[in-house]
């Protein structure tokens, strides 16, 4: 027995009821997101009523079909995996086909969920420290897997590949020279005015000399280059790998076999680490031109601040240059080890990738701020 269900102007539904309990629904006509609407709620109506053991939707006579009319013929296979039936399309058009194939009804079996309930503040602390806590145990897992990674590497060289290691070097290092050294000049040049002109009312100008050396290149010249290198570098490699992970490529490199953490992570962390240490050396450097800029507009000849910066007593001394690149050191892993690991955490949807890129940059800072912290205690105590 045939009867329409629901006619319109742009779309036809029509429905017979086989004896063994199979329904068919036939549209016809255009499906798109105007007349979609006029047959969506008999149609979900006549799924849910009838019960069938089988759904087959004929779409012989779908002349047009847009994300609505596929949403709708999406939501009755949905409706039928959730029964745990069986379903088919009959006759879509191949292009409306690949549409429809990119979803697959067992991912929306479940209904969706109500709006999540209101919290009190010890339920929100309770749930914010229970995820601090699962992201620190993925990121210790995660150095674990890293630290394996690389002595892998340190066994067998070859396995890595280096011409990816000096690409990610070039376009994280070497492309960040620019904004790298003129932020470290910036920095340099307002340390030595700002301090200049309050040592200026006691006559001890001179001092700006050791104020800006000292703090470029033990401090300031490190910690800026990580912060710069977290927003840029850190916040690609999350992107990239991020698409990658949406993409399922991450997936496909695990059932070829292939390690992601040794294909994908460990090439960025190793560039990372050799290209912080010398932006760093360059950022500290042009923090010392600004600062000699400044010291030559309150009149002092440029031998003056060489020779202070170099003094026995205040000046920069191997120990305080090492204790830079140290730092540098250690924060071009966490840049890029953070990065990567935002980027295999990357989930799905259109804004996943956007997350991980925001985590990436926020985390990134977050342990660079805690790291410079126990470098000043570690420092202290070793009277460096």
């Known amino acids: 027995m045939s009867s329409p269900a629901s006619q319109s102007p742009a779309v036809a539904l029509g429905s017979d009821l086989s004896p063994d309990g199979a329904l068919t629904l036939t549209l016809s006509g255009r499906l798109d997101g105007a007349s979609a609407a006029s047959v969506w709620e008999p149609a979900a109506q006549l799924v849910e009523k009838e019960n069938p053991s089988r759904l087959v939707v004929d779409a ?12 709708l013929l999406l939501d009755l296979r949905t409706r039928q995996a959730r029964r745990n039936a069986p379903s088919e399309i009959r006759g879509l058009r191949p292009e409306f086909q690949r549409l429809l194939d990119q979803f697959e009804p067992t991912d929306y079996r479940q209904p969706p969920r109500p709006p999540r309930p209101a919290y009190s503040l010890p339920d929100e602390v309770g749930r914010a420290t229970h995820e601090v806590w699962e992201d620190f145990k993925e990121l210790v897992s995660f150095v674990g897997e890293l630290g394996t990674a690389f002595l892998a590497v340190l066994r067998a060289p070859k396995r890595l590949r280096w011409k990816d290691a000096l690409l990610v070097a070039e376009q994280a290092g070497a492309n960040a020279l ?207």
């Not at 050396?213 to 010249?221: A, C, F, P």
């Not at 955490?345 to 660079?368: F, M």
């Open 60 to 71: 012989r006579g779908l002349e047009y079909c847009d994300g609505a009319g596929i949403a």
């Open 178 to 384: 620019p904004i790298v050294s003129l932020i470290g000049f910036l920095m340099g040049l307002v340390l030595a005015f700002q301090s200049g002109v309050l040592m200026k009312q006691f006559g001890v100008e001179i001092y700006v000399a050791n104020l800006v050396g000292l703090s470029m290149v033990r401090e300031l010249g490190p910690l800026m280059t990580a912060i710069v290198l977290a927003g840029r570098s850190g916040s690609a490699f999350a992107a990239e790998i991020g698409t990658m992970k949406i993409n399922e490529e991450v997936d496909a490199l695990k059932t070829m076999g292939v390690d992601p953490i040794h294909f994908l992570v460990v090439p960025r962390v190793l560039a990372g680490v050799f290209i912080t240490p010398l932006l760093a050396v360059f950022s500290s450097l042009m923090g010392l031109v600004g600062g000699a800029i400044v010291m030559l507009s309150f009149g002092y000849p440029l031998v003056a601040y060489t020779n202070q910066l170099l003094a026995d007593l205040g000046g920069i001394g191997l120990v305080d240059f090492l204790g830079g690149l140290v730092k540098a050191f250690a924060f071009g892993i966490l840049v890029a080890a953070i990065g990567c690991l935002r980027g295999l955490q990357t989930g799905r949807g259109a804004a996943a990738v956007g997350r991980s890129t925001t985590g990436a940059v926020v985390s990134g800072i977050i342990l660079i701020a805690i790291a410079d912290s126990i470098f000043s205690v570690i420092y202290y105590y070793l009277d460096i």
